[in-house]
């Protein structure tokens, strides 16, 4: 930086000439946690140069920086940063190959293997339960869902928690697509107090295909418990069924919202899709999986009670990434709000996008908090919650005109297919 006539302190127009030292600065600018204003400016002052600059790069320099500066490092799936970093380097004429570079190829391709043969456990589970046939309004994206297990928990010794986290994800998805869909309101509050006393008897009063989703998840949540306990030495069933009930009884908030014609406020509505997002019922079994000594301070029982803000944050993240108006799941028609609207019926001459965005950043700026700071919960644990929400959202919810998901398809075929 340089100093201007008042002493303060600006970026110098020569840096704008170095390629790969302003892709450093960009990059270094997305580790802001909300005190140093230096950060904003690098980002502002680096995409700019970068972006006017790219129409004078040699092609695969020019897709190169374009990737960049759509996939930050800190904001990226660290796996598919680094094929694309390959890619490039590879791409470069008179270069050879290094060897790290090629152990680097042998990794992708095992790591690669070992997807495939989880995506296979996964797909057989979810074609014996049947639970697609069960409920025909229910989503059937088994490869979409375990994208989610596969990016939030990354290494060969996870491997078999991301099988039993994929399954929790998918009974999550139908639930939700039962209180969108198909079920009244009466039917939904029964639903709702069966998980509550959780015992299969409970939901032998509950229409067929509701009972067929409550013994999956019933099954799947004590199966997730015994393997906790053997590997740990906790079983934590109570605050697993526990995490599912505060999920029914968000989803019952938003279902009376619709059923009676209220409108919830802006802010009310993103409390409340704290908890329909998902996360904190993720994360709940996520912390357990790992072994519940991963919260380093507190008590992990106390996350039912009262969410931390790192699972807040990421929470929040999705939901509002999913309702910035984009994000039309083609198999979804259910009607449960949108913050998008609720700010617009407050703000008509607001400017929505801008307005969520700025929200967006904020709870990013909280998540570096924790991650670079607290120590609320393990390394291992804070990373997990980076990659769910600062790498995968985004991901997950970035379609195109088309409603397509052209970066979350480039994943899964460069790490899965």
């Known amino acids: 930086m340089n100093a201007d006539d008042n002493g303060a302190g600006k970026f110098s127009l020569a840096l704008s000439k170095d390629t790969m030292g302003l892709l450093s600065l960009h990059d270094m600018s997305h580790l802001d946690i909300g005190e140093e204003p230096a950060l904003h400016e690098a980002k502002e002052f680096s995409r700019k140069h970068l972006a006017s600059a790219i129409s004078n790069m040699e092609p695969g320099l020019a897709r190169y920086v374009r990737q960049s500066l759509d996939h930050p490092y800190h904001l990226s799936l660290m796996q598919y940063k680094a094929r694309h970093h390959l890619s490039y380097l590879q791409s470069l004429p008179n270069r050879s190959t290094t060897a790290m570079?090629?152990?680097a190829v042998a990794e992708f391709q095992l790591n690669k293997m070992l997807h495939q043969m989880e995506m296979k456990e996964i797909k057989r589970w979810w074609m014996n339960l049947g639970l697609a046939q069960e409920v025909p309004v229910a989503r059937d994206q088994v490869l979409k869902w375990y994208t989610w297990s596969m990016t939030i928990l990354q290494g060969s010794s996870f491997s078999k928690y991301r099988v039993e986290i994929t399954k929790i994800i998918s009974i999550a998805y139908v639930v939700d697509d039962i209180f969108d869909l198909v079920g009244t309101l009466e039917e939904l509050s029964l639903f709702t107090e069966a998980i509550k006393m959780w015992d299969l008897e409970a939901a032998d009063s509950l229409p067929c295909y509701m009972r067929s989703c409550y013994r999956v998840l019933y099954t799947a949540t004590n199966e997730m418990a015994d393997m906790a306990e053997k590997e740990h030495g906790l079983n934590?069933?109570?605050?697993?069924?526990?995490?599912?009930?505060?999920?029914?009884?968000?989803?019952?908030?938003?279902?009376?919202?619709?059923?009676?014609?209220?409108?919830?406020s802006a802010d009310e509505y993103l409390r409340n899709g704290v908890i329909t997002s998902g996360v904190p019922l993720a994360f709940v079994h996520i912390l357990f999986l790992l072994g519940h000594h991963h919260?380093?301070?507190?008590?992990?029982?106390?996350?039912?009670?009262?969410?931390?803000?790192?699972?807040?944050?990421?929470?929040?993240?999705?939901?509002?990434?999913?309702?910035?108006?984009?994000?039309?799941?083609?198999?979804?028609?259910?009607?449960?709000?949108?913050?998008?609207?609720?700010?617009?019926?407050?703000?008509?001459?607001?400017?929505?996008?801008?307005?969520?965005?700025?929200?967006?950043?904020?709870?990013?700026?909280?998540?570096?908090?924790?991650?670079?700071?607290?120590?609320?919960?393990?390394?291992?644990?804070?990373?997990?919650?980076?990659?769910?929400?600062?790498?995968?959202?985004?991901?997950?919810?970035?379609?195109?005109?088309?409603?397509?998901?052209?970066?979350?398809?480039?994943?899964?075929?460069?790490?899965?297919?």
């Open 295 to 417: 919260a380093v301070s507190g008590n992990a029982a106390e996350l039912t009670n009262s969410i931390p803000p790192a699972i807040t944050s990421a929470s929040k993240i999705l939901r509002l990434w999913d309702d910035m108006g984009s994000a039309k799941d083609e198999a979804q028609e259910g009607l449960d709000g949108s913050y998008r609207e609720l700010y617009l019926l407050e703000h008509p001459a607001g400017d929505v996008e801008e307005h969520m965005r700025r929200l967006i950043a904020k709870e990013w700026q909280e998540l570096n908090r924790e991650c670079f700071s607290r120590r609320t919960f393990s390394s291992c644990f804070a990373q997990a919650c980076l990659n769910a929400a600062r790498r995968m959202v985004s991901v997950m919810y970035m379609y195109d005109k088309e409603q397509k998901l052209p970066v979350l398809e480039d994943y899964m075929r460069m790490l899965l297919l």
């Open 236 to 264: 934590p069933v109570d605050h697993l069924r526990k995490a599912w009930a505060v999920l029914f009884d968000g989803f019952m908030v938003e279902a009376k919202w619709l059923a009676t014609d209220q409108v919830p």
């Open 101 to 103: 570079e090629e152990l």
